[in-house]
């Protein structure tokens, strides 16, 4: 293996980083490993992998995680989930005025990475743990580390964590949750992401991304994200199979067109000034409108 180089992509689920996540990784020939941190808990429930396979018998993690075990010298996967569960959360980011040494989760990172690289065979891996505290425990293990802070309108968010989704890869649906509850985490996510991307210094490549304009125009955005660590772009690469962790539902539905989905705009007026009061803040600093054509309330033209 030569130098290795990790996207990480760091933000609120439901805002395109499975996507982003999978187009990246063909992009610059890598491995898209999902949300690697659920790795772990992916393997105790019996999860599937994208590849169609239970987590434990996919020819990826099936190997990657005795690897793991053996470089921890654990003897059992619930040793590395509980490991996993001891994981400092994003309100410490936000909260915690210096890093705490977090040797453990340090060296269970650097054990997987150098597993997920070998079974793979790629020294470029994309991880979309979403987790700021998670992408932390990156930064302290990868030799070249690019973060991508992806946002999106925190009122598509909300409409759409307000509905429960089927994923196929687990017994019971995606959990929902509030619109207040959605907006508080939106909030509480992306303050993360900007403490953790303040603090890490000018060696670390960081770009704000956001949803909307990756959809407009993705096969723009994927090589302009890749080219910050001047990897070579393949345009049409593509692998027959993927074996990501959790993720987006519609990671199973391969080669799905990629539309704007702007349905929140149907959402009642209530919940959408209620989403907006809490992240006007931050919807004004990445240039999110807090009045939307389309919407609801909305006077009808004459
Ligand atoms: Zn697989």
Not at 14 to 42: I, K, M, N, P
Not at 100 to 126: I, M, Q
Not at 288 to 297: A, C, F, I, K, W
Request: with cysteine; glycine share 6%; net charge neutral.
């Amino acid at each position: 293996m030569g130098d290795t180089l990790s996207y990480f992509v760091i933000g609120m689920g439901r805002s395109g980083s499975t996507v982003l996540g999978s187009l990246l990784a063909r992009a610059v020939d890598g491995f898209y490993c999902g949300e690697l941190h659920l790795l772990w808990q992916s393997w105790l429930a019996d999860r599937l992998c994208t590849c169609g396979t239970s987590v434990r018998t996919c020819p990826v993690w099936g190997e990657v995680v005795p690897d793991v075990m053996r470089a921890s010298k654990v003897s059992s996967v619930e040793v590395l989930a509980t490991i996993q569960s001891r994981q400092m959360r994003d309100r410490e980011v936000l909260l915690r005025p210096r890093w705490r040494d977090d040797v453990e989760h340090v060296a269970l990172r650097r054990h997987t990475e150098e597993a997920v690289r070998r079974v793979a065979g790629t020294d470029v891996l994309v991880d979309t743990s979403h987790s700021a505290a998670v992408a932390y425990v990156a930064k302290c293990v990868a030799e070249a580390l690019q973060f991508i802070h992806l946002v999106r309108d925190p009122r598509a968010v909300a409409f759409s964590s307000a509905r429960p989704k089927h994923d196929p890869s687990m017994q019971a649906p995606m959990p929902s949750r509030s619109p207040m509850d959605a907006a508080l985490r939106w909030m509480g996510v992306n303050l993360a992401a900007e403490r953790l991307l303040r603090g890490v210094g000018e060696d670390t490549a960081a770009r704000r991304l956001r949803y909307e304009d990756f959809v407009h125009d993705p096969t723009g955005s994927v090589p302009e994200l890749a080219l910050l660590n001047d990897v070579v772009v393949h345009p049409t690469g593509c692998p027959l199979i993927e074996h990501s962790i959790a993720g987006n539902p519609g990671r199973f539905q391969r080669d799905q067109p990629l539309r704007l989905d702007e349905r929140w705009k149907s959402m009642p007026p209530s919940e959408r000034r209620q989403v907006e009061l809490i992240t006007f803040p931050l919807m004004l600093r990445y240039g999110y409108p807090l009045r939307v054509s389309g919407s609801r309330d909305e006077p009808l033209p004459r």
